[in-house]
């Protein structure tokens, strides 16, 4: 099979969704054809609430979903061959993924740029609204343990630690530019361009050099590279979670979104030259398929690359606060999961017809599933950059470490972006208890990392030691995540039925996404008992627990006559 006739065939189905599907969404069933003023305008406070142009938010809501996850995912998925990893992230973004995304982002712009969590007791009541807060801010503590773990992966590995210098200062231009753009009220394109235009001469300059990002050993803590960086990235994004939204995140995920079109087409583009055919199976029959079932678990391994709790998250946590007009939302939810579609559709050409021969593909895939894992992202880098290279002159070097700056970008995005929305769970979950400490940001930012890099660092991998817990908790956040997906659609369901508005566009993706999760949740926790892992099965237990329990509340809800008003019981 031709790869790039595959890329044809799912970005025309991707426009053709936008054009038709979305619209329909956007006036029928969402009803956000409309000029009410948005939160961004009537809260306007110059932190959270701050008014974007439409460009500049998609950029911000692109790169806080695509991070890591949409490569990850379906970087693994092929395990069971290229045909079911592609037809779940084509249709899964078009049919679940991007309706979910645009209803959370339509939702929370009605509502005062509510979070989910609050969204939860405005339209079921206060139990769910606290039962939701608890999922949300147990999945976000396994979400920043488990980036944190990709990116010091990547930072730790001798080929791709070239990345580390450039990933850093473009941390510090975002800073620069966003000063400078809140100070002078200027606009952030032209800055923008120069500060990508400047990233890659960085990037050009220590491609030829990855030791000047390795670590020495005396820095590497319990004698890993992956724990320090693991510290050193929490770090950053507590620092980066408590600032002004102008000062870095609008900045430097307007640059990112620059890097993600100019990497997607510049991988699309080498597709197009090569030619490349896809060398992996179809149906891959060598995995061992009752060791990993490919139903349930290639619907929430692909996680981000189909559908995403997460994103809802994004959705109500910090794009609605920043929506300049409710026209928006439909060209930053529902195209901005579309665009994470066509990551994620990259990531499988990408590990499918560029690792070479089939040979090597099964080389890289009929191992263990851990080992699978782990070596996900250098897989997709290896293959994204057999596509770059002829763009660069054949430096291999120099078109991985292009491809590693670019994703270690986005993870770092969705990194800081979780711990300001862990941040924001945690003050609505302080209010409701009376915890007034968690009001203070600093604090609730506190809260959000140190947790997270309990679990990052000392939940470990049968014989991988500290700093291996992304092995065995992706898995769990790939359960919780759609869990969490389908928890949010039922919440957009119930507000639809209530309001008199078709249902059907969100009723059905729910409850295929709590057939699939529940099943994958109970087989893990049946497989981390024989294993021992009692901290992996708690968390697991706790979010089946809190599923069945909003559930229960949701059908109370329909059947009371006006569950939008909120309610203390």
């Given amino acids: ?45 110059g932190v959270d609430y701050v008014v974007c142009n439409k460009h500049v938010l998609f950029g911000h809501h692109f790169c806080s979903i695509a991070g890591a996850a949409p490569i990850v995912g379906p970087a693994i998925a092929v395990i069971w061959g290229w045909v079911p990893a592609l037809l779940w992230v084509v249709f899964g973004t078009m049919l679940i993924g991007a309706v979910h995304d645009f209803g959370a982002l339509s939702l929370s712009a009605k509502r005062g740029g509510s979070t989910i969590g609050d969204l939860a007791g405005q339209i079921l009541g206060s139990r769910a609204r606290v039962f939701f807060l608890l999922v949300l801010i147990l999945l976000t503590w396994i979400i920043i343990a488990v980036f944190a773990f990709i990116i010091a992966k990547l930072f730790s590995h001798e080929r791709y630690s070239a990345a580390v210098i450039p990933v850093n200062f473009e941390i510090l231009v975002a800073v620069l530019i ?92 080498g597709i197009a030259i090569l030619q490349p055919v896809v060398t992996a199976p179809a149906f891959n029959t060598a995995i061992d398929a009752s060791a990993v079932p490919i139903i349930p678990f290639l619907f929430i391994t692909v ?21 300049d007009r409710m026209r928006d939302a439909r060209t930053i939810g529902y195209g901005g999961m579309l665009g994470e579609g066509t990551l994620a559709m990259i990531a499988v050409i990408a590990v499918t017809a560029g690792l070479g021969s089939a040979e090597q593909w099964h080389q890289a895939y009929d191992r263990p599933w851990t080992e699978v894992v782990g070596d996900s992202l250098g897989n997709f880098v290896t293959g994204a950059s057999s596509f770059l290279g002829p763009l660069l002159g054949g430096n291999v070097q120099l078109a991985g470490t292009v491809v590693a700056v ?26 409701t208890f009376d915890l007034r400490a968690l009001g203070n940001r600093y604090v609730a930012a506190a809260v959000a990392v140190v947790p997270a890099g309990l679990l990052a660092i000392f939940t470990q991998a049968p014989g991988k030691g500290p700093g291996s817990g992304g092995y065995i908790l992706w898995p769990l956040f790939g359960t919780t995540n759609q869990l969490i997906g389908a928890l949010t659609l039922m919440l957009i369901t119930v507000h639809l039925k209530k309001t008199g508005r078709p249902v059907w566009p969100t009723l059905l993706p729910m409850v295929f996404l709590v057939v699939m999760t529940t099943t994958a949740g109970v087989m893990e926790l049946s497989k981390r008992v024989g294993e021992g892992n009692w901290l992996v099965v708690a968390f697991g237990a706790f979010f089946l627990l809190l599923e069945a329990l909003m ?13 939008l008003q909120v309610r203390h019981e």
């Fill in 406 to 431: 670019i994703v270690i970008s986005f993870a770092a995005t969705t990194l800081d972006t979780a711990a300001r929305i862990q941040r924001f769970c945690l003050a609505e979950l302080g209010r």
């Fill in 1 to 45: 099979m031709n790869a790039f006739v595959l890329v044809i065939l799912s970005l025309g189905a991707f426009y053709l969704a936008q054009r038709f599907y979305a619209r329909w969404l956007e006036r029928r069933v969402y009803d956000m054809d409309t000029d009410e003023p948005t939160p961004a305008h009537t809260l306007s406070d």
């Fill in 551 to 563: 559930f229960v509340e949701a059908v109370k809800a329909l059947r009371r006559k006006d569950p």
């Fill in 178 to 269: 966003g000063w400078w753009i809140y100070r002078r009220k200027a606009k952030l394109l032209v800055p923008s361009l120069i500060a990508v235009t400047l990233l890659y001469v960085v990037v050009f300059l220590c491609a030829p050099y990855p030791e000047w990002g390795q670590l020495p050993e005396w820095l590497c803590l319990y004698g890993k590279p992956e724990v320090t960086w693991i510290v050193f990235l929490l770090v950053y994004a507590y620092v980066a979670s408590v600032l002004p939204v102008w000062t870095l995140l609008q900045p430097r995920d307007f640059i990112n979104s620059h890097q993600l079109f100019i990497g997607l087409a510049g991988l699309i583009l």
């Fill in 303 to 323: 996680a981000c690359g189909a559908i995403s709790g997460f994103h809802g998250l994004v959705s109500s946590g910090t794009t609605s606060k920043q929506l």
